[in-house]
């Protein structure tokens, strides 16, 4: 059977009405389109696990900040679909703002229901520079799951705040889905893939080859016995070309995000850089 592509919420449900009657394990890729390789791993992963894979794509305006770039993030359905054919999947969804969210002429939680994660975890990394985010994140993601009903869902380390939050989600909200974390996939020089790699220029984008250099330089060190968190952070702030613009670097415990002074294993170690205007995240579990 070939890819299916629908835009209608209606039309979803049905047909995975048809498939739970069945008796098909369902899984969703959630995304925002301009698949690439990494795109391509958590598919591969879901045609694994389940019996049907629905990957979504929606550029989602409810994460998208004040001065970001939800107008021209990378659009790109026709050949989306293409790469979905390629792997197997059975449908993709690709709703718009309309049908996800309905009438409202403004989306905020005036006038709309947002899912609002921990305070603890928002208000630090990512959430810090991006406020709202993760309710537009925890929101959109709750609202697909509501529609597809999948039995696993797979989301890629790279985004690694998202991934623990909407992991707390499921947990606090009781939700019956297995969430399948997949590891990164970089280029063959290091580079973490990314949607918003097409935005950067042949300069920027050597600049922010550093990035991962100076997350595999931390797992260097820590390999070799170096703990102090101190340590590691001007090690890695050694290693960052002078161009990139620092947001962020923070070690967390990733069981429960809380900051740590002493590395131990699965500790995150997290990076969020702009090379020129691109805001580029990264990271490695130690």
């Known amino acids: 059977m070939s890819t299916v592509l629908l835009n209608k919420i209606s039309e979803v449900k049905k047909e995975i009405n048809n498939w739970k009657q069945s008796g098909y394990s369902v899984g969703l890729v959630p995304t925002m389109g301009a698949l690439h390789r990494g795109h391509a791993s958590l ?11 629905v990957v979504s794509v929606f550029v989602n305006p409810i994460q998208f900040c004040p001065g970001e770039d939800f107008d021209k993030y ?15 999947v059975d449908i993709v969804f690709a709703p718009n703002a309309k049908e996800m969210y309905g009438e409202n002429s403004r989306l905020s939680n005036t006038e ?10 928002v208000d630090c990394m990512c959430g810090k520079s991006r406020p709202g985010h993760f309710d537009g994140v925890a929101t959109v993601v709750l609202k697909l799951f509501n529609i597809v009903k999948p039995d696993f869902a797979f989301f890629g380390q790279k985004d690694a705040q998202q991934l623990f939050i909407i992991k707390k989600m499921v947990k606090d909200l009781n939700l019956d889905i297995t969430i399948i974390p997949c590891p990164i996939v970089r280029e063959d020089d290091g580079l973490a893939l990314s949607s918003r ?3 950067l220029s042949e300069e920027e ?4 080859l550093t ?19 101190s340590i590691l952070f001007d090690s ?9 613009e620092l947001e962020y670097i923070e070690f967390r415990d990733f069981s429960t995000f809380e900051k740590v002074k002493e590395v131990k294993n699965n500790t995150l170690a997290a990076i969020a850089v702009k090379s020129g205007k691109t805001r580029l995240i990264d990271n490695i579990i130690l």
Do not use: Q
């Open 197 to 199: 790699n097409s935005y």
């Open 74 to 88: 990378p659009r790109t359905i026709e050949n989306d679909k293409k790469i979905c054919e390629e792997l197997g």
């Open 236 to 244: 890695a702030i050694s290693i960052l070309d002078k161009n990139i």
């Open 43 to 53: 598919i591969k992963k879901a045609k694994e696990t389940c019996d049907k894979v």
């Open 205 to 208: 984008r050597k600049n922010a």
């Open 112 to 121: 709309l229901t947002f899912v609002c994660p921990p305070y603890n975890f």
């Open 211 to 229: 990035v991962s250099k100076a997350l595999f330089y931390i797992k260097e060190l820590y390999d070799k016995g170096v703990t102090d968190t």
